[in-house]
């Protein structure tokens, strides 16, 4: 019994030192950062009440206006948390290929779905990335957009059916589900007329009912390697299934059929075709497609939806940018076409103070592929080590955007964008492992802004949550309780 003890007290002594010594690795390269606690390093009420927004505020306002960098952990995982502008340049830009790697949790064999251009790394990235970037082209854009435009009409319509109270969140992201479905799948998802249709439902189920807490997705993602080893899950089995189930009837009746479209699924059955060098497989299609749906559709209606919320709050904001919209339409005989909704500067302004106040990561993460001297120091990052840019924060300085709690689009005129230092703006990344779909993301949320303005008005009302508070169930930038306003029709001229 005692020697049984003693081994146990022995090994604990052991795991404690070894703990110790790990959460001291930033003390010993001359690192400032916040004392870390053990097993959680510096996550101390994350998942409870604090979102990663609220985490990575708390780090950046300590240690800002002392430090270009500090010491991080993500529970076991250290990182380095980056504030330096300049450096942040480096990292994503000049010096990219030393942080090449995005080093996120992936897990092939039992989740095949993850095995996607967001989450690989290497040679496996770098040929997709290659590959898919031909889907995004502007004369992709351009063909797509005429079924934009037909799902923006069918927006307008389902709207006049729920004039009152809304709930924009779920409306913007049956908007996005059904462009996303046409132009990714080739399908007609109906999520306007139907809430509960099966790709709304699988969506939802990803975002809102996940398979795993925001917690435990904080842990695959710090340490994807010993999640991968206990053989962990990101996607619930049914979502996979469907998206499996989806693309391998899309493929065979196209196949049979001998129908072609210009879409990310004809795309990717190209790259997948018999005979293709290194071809994509079933799942390795699945898991493109199942990333551009997430990516596309969440992203896009959530940008949408605190658009809405901050033209409810800002009436002025509101009325400019809807007089831009209908002298605009007056214009080109009240059709929207590619080239004109170009020709909206004050759009852009809007839609880019939305993803300055609310970017959909709040922070972006890049891991280093091998050892990397940081400029004008004495510190070398090992090969391996995580690097973390807090983008919400950075976006959300007082020092970069005055007052930054208040909504206003003149931040984005172009001589204030030029003064500032672009890496002050990272909503979609920057360098090579930036958003793919940065171009079809901001022509999906134009149109749907367009045809709401052109046709409605949005304000408060007593469900409306001011000031919005983010959901800490997911790493996503999110509303906690919806986004609930009023909408009313305008009387027509």
């Known amino acids: 019994m005692w020697t049984l003890l003693t081994l146990v ?22 690192v400032a950062g916040e004392k870390p606690e053990l097993f959680l390093g510096n996550m101390r009420g994350f998942g409870k009440k604090l979102h990663w927004t609220d985490i990575n505020r708390r780090i950046y306002q300590k240690f800002r206006q ?6 991080y952990f993500t529970f076991l995982n250290k990182a380095l948390f980056v504030m330096d502008l300049e450096l942040i340049r480096k990292i994503t830009i000049s010096d990219f290929s030393s942080f090449a790697d995005r080093g996120l949790f992936h897990n092939v064999r039992d989740d095949p779905l993850t095995g996607n251009l967001l989450f690989l790394d290497g040679p496996e990235w770098r040929w997709l990335r290659q590959n898919l970037t031909q889907v995004f082209t502007s004369g992709k854009m351009k063909f797509m957009f005429p079924t934009m435009l037909s799902v923006g009409e069918k927006l307008t319509q389902a709207c006049q059916l729920q004039v009152g109270e809304i709930e924009a969140k779920d409306l913007c992201a049956r908007f996005s589900t059904d462009v996303i479905g046409s132009c990714a799948f080739g399908l007609e998802c109906n999520s306007l007329n139907d809430p509960n249709s099966e790709f709304r439902r699988m969506g939802r189920s990803v975002t809102t009912n996940p398979l795993h807490s925001g917690l435990v997705q904080a842990f695959m993602f710090a340490q994807p390697n010993l ?4 053989r962990m899950r990101l996607f619930r089995p049914e979502v996979s299934e469907f998206f499996l189930d989806t693309v391998r009837q899309t493929l065979a009746y196209r196949k049979r059929e001998n129908v072609q479209r210009n879409d990310l699924i004809q795309l990717l059955m190209e790259l997948g075709a018999e005979g293709t060098k290194d071809g994509l497989s079933l799942e390795q299609i699945a898991a493109q497609a199942l990333v551009f749906f997430l990516a596309g559709f969440d992203t896009s209606s959530t940008t949408m939806s605190f658009c809405l919320y901050e033209l409810a709050l800002n009436p002025d904001v509101q009325d400019r940018l809807r007089s831009e919209v209908l002298e605009l339409l007056g214009r080109n005989n009240h059709q929207l076409t590619y080239e004109s909704i170009q020709e909206m500067p004050y759009l852009d302004q809007v839609v880019a103070e939305t993803l300055r106040k609310y970017p959909i990561l709040p922070h972006l993460v890049r891991q280093t592929t091998k050892e990397y001297r940081v400029p004008d120091s004495k510190l070398t990052l090992e090969a391996g080590t995580r690097v973390m840019i807090p983008v919400h924060s950075i976006q959300n300085d007082p020092e970069l955007y005055p007052q930054p709690e208040n909504f206003d689009p003149s931040r984005f005129e172009p001589d204030q964008v030029k003064a500032r230092h672009p890496m002050a703006y990272l909503p979609f990344g920057e360098g090579p492992r930036n958003c793919i779909g940065e171009r079809f993301g901001k022509i999906q949320v134009k149109i749907g802004i367009t045809y709401l303005l052109r046709d409605f008005k949005f304000s408060p009302n007593e469900h409306t949550q001011i000031p919005l508070k983010f959901s800490s169930r997911t790493f996503l930038i999110g509303s906690q309780a919806g986004i609930h306003l009023k909408m009313e029709k305008l009387a027509t001229p």
Do not use: N, S
């Open 9 to 30: 007290f022995v090994a604990g002594a052991l795991i404690y030192a070894r703990l110790r010594r790990h959460y001291d690795y930033w003390r010993r390269r001359g």
């Open 66 to 71: 002392t430090e270009r960098y500090c010491g």
């Open 227 to 230: 999640a991968r080893l206990l």
